[in-house]
């Protein structure tokens, strides 16, 4: 179980990593914008991305 974790893991840092490789210019304008939204918004743009990654992996397994 906890190879499959580092697993993911790994995967992640490489699907982050993809934006800032490619287009660093955009990404730090993204930044920028996301320093101006509210808390509010960003913990449930959050809770909207875990709720959607945990469905997901429950329907795929």
């Known amino acids: 179980m906890w190879e499959e974790i580092a697993k993911a893991v790994c995967l992640i840092?490489?699907?982050e990593g993809i934006l800032p490789f490619l287009y660093p210019n955009r990404w730090r304008k993204l930044a920028a914008q996301l320093a101006t939204v509210d808390n509010r918004t960003l913990r449930i743009?959050?809770?909207v991305c875990m709720l959607t990654g945990a469905s997901?992996?429950?329907l795929i397994k």
């Open 56 to 58: 997901l992996l429950y």
């Open 45 to 47: 743009t959050g809770l």
């Open 13 to 15: 840092l490489v699907i």
